[in-house]
């Protein structure tokens, strides 16, 4: 069964840090981008960033560029999305995605975790 678990949310102040994790479990994501995307009720989803899993070649939106770092450790199954300054703006959801490379729609969705930011 193919899992992407998130965790790492919670509720801080403005200008700190968050790290969020996402594990996958389940199959190997050779040949798939895994992205960051984040959502607040009644919103669509927006994107935030995403990273080749083969290359490591990583992409940002432009609200989280200079702010906001993506990696992923192979060896682990992990990917990072490491968040600086954050912004009161940057409060919702963050669910990690795998999507096939040449295919628009993600394949795998996990459930989120919850970023707070207090001014």
């Known amino acids: 069964q193919v899992q992407l678990i998130e965790s790492g949310g919670g509720s801080v102040q403005a200008g700190d840090h968050l790290r969020l994790s996402c594990e996958v479990f389940g199959r190997s994501f050779s040949t798939y981008a895994m992205e960051w995307s984040r959502q607040n009720f009644g919103n669509e989803p927006e994107f935030v960033a995403g990273i080749g899993w083969d290359d490591g070649e990583a992409y940002l939106a432009p609200s989280a560029q200079g702010r906001f770092t993506i990696s992923r450790d192979v060896t682990t199954n992990t990917v990072y999305l490491d968040m600086n300054n954050l912004k009161p703006e940057d409060t919702a959801t963050y669910s990690c995605?795998?999507?096939?490379?040449?295919?628009?729609?993600?394949?795998?969705w996990g459930r989120g975790t919850r970023v707070t930011v207090s001014s």
């Open positions: 995605q795998a999507r096939k490379l040449g295919i628009m729609r993600a394949e795998y």
